[in-house]
Nanobody, 124 residues
Framework: VQLQASGGGSEQAGGSLRLSCAAS????????MGWFRQAPGKEREFVAA????????YYADSVKGRFTISRDNAKNTVFLQMNSLKPEDTAVYYC??????????????????WGQGTLVTVSS
């Protein structure tokens, strides 16, 4: 099982970035997917989650209205569109896959597979 995250980089506050996470060597469509992030010196935190078919999404309050999670099961890829970026969004972003029974999964302990992370840096 491989999850390859990409799309990170440096952006100014107010800008946008789009993260991608490509999955391989497993049946992508049976997994709900999520994005997490870990800022320097802080614990990893939940960002967004999406159900297996993409019909249900859930967001952390800190990103609601600014970030959008989506997926393309035909391309085995999940996305995180990040708009109106803030310096506090600076973190390493991780994608993850879950087989938990709930449609969207917020608890990181219910995610089985993790990508390697992609760094997002937002300057003021």
């Amino acid at each position: 099982v491989q999850l390859q995250a990409s799309g990170g980089g440096s952006e100014q506050a107010g800008g946008s970035l789009r993260l991608s996470c490509a999955a391989s060597e497993f049946t992508f469509s049976i997994y709900s997917m999520g994005w997490f992030r870990q800022a320097p010196g802080k614990e990893r935190e939940f960002v967004a989650a999406i159900s297996r078919r993409g019909d249900t999404t859930y967001y952390a309050d800190s990103v609601k209205g600014r970030f959008t999670i989506s997926r393309d099961n035909a391309k085995n890829t999940v996305f995180l569109q990040m708009n109106s970026l803030k310096p506090e969004d600076t973190a390493v972003y991780y994608c993850a896959a879950s087989l938990a029974s709930t449609k969207v999964v917020q608890n990181e302990n219910e995610y089985y597979y993790w990508g390697q992370g992609t760094l997002v840096t937002v300057s003021s």
